[in-house]
């Protein structure tokens, strides 16, 4: 079992910069692929950013391409998540999950686990 725990939510003004984390235990995630994801209110939930084992792989939704930059720490069972210039439209809870299949999946049936999610507020 993992246990997936983000943190670095809150309210932020548009333009403004938050650094989320996403802090796994219960189990060493270093060869799991690592995923972000949001949902708005009314919202399916969507991926936004993913990171694979090693970290020399990421892949980002197009909406959020140049903004947001993931990264992960081995030797710390955590991942980051940077989000830079953000604007009203990224209002969301964000989720941290991870993924057990090869290469960085887009799906969120293809995560296995998953955090409580953090709330990012972008007021205009």
């Known amino acids: 079992q993992v246990q997936l725990v983000e943190s670095g939510g809150g309210l932020v003004q548009a333009g403004g910069v938050l650094r989320l984390a996403c802090a796994a235990s219960?189990?060493?995630?270093?060869?799991?692929?690592m995923g972000w994801f949001r949902q708005a209110p009314g919202k399916e939930r969507e991926f936004v950013a993913g990171?694979?084992?090693?970290?020399?792989?990421?892949y980002y939704a197009d909406s959020v391409k140049g903004r947001f930059t993931i990264s992960r720490d081995n030797a710390k069972n955590t991942n980051y998540l940077q989000i830079h210039s953000l604007k009203p439209e990224d209002t969301a809870v964000y989720y941290c999950?991870?993924?057990?299949?090869?290469?960085?999946?887009?799906?969120?049936?293809?995560?296995?686990?998953w955090g409580q999610g953090t709330q990012v507020t972008v007021s205009s």
């Open positions: 999950a991870v993924s057990g299949g090869l290469g960085i999946r887009t799906y969120p049936r293809d995560y296995e686990y």
């Open positions: 990171i694979n084992w090693t970290g020399n792989t990421t």
């Open positions: 219960g189990r060493s995630v270093t060869i799991y692929t």
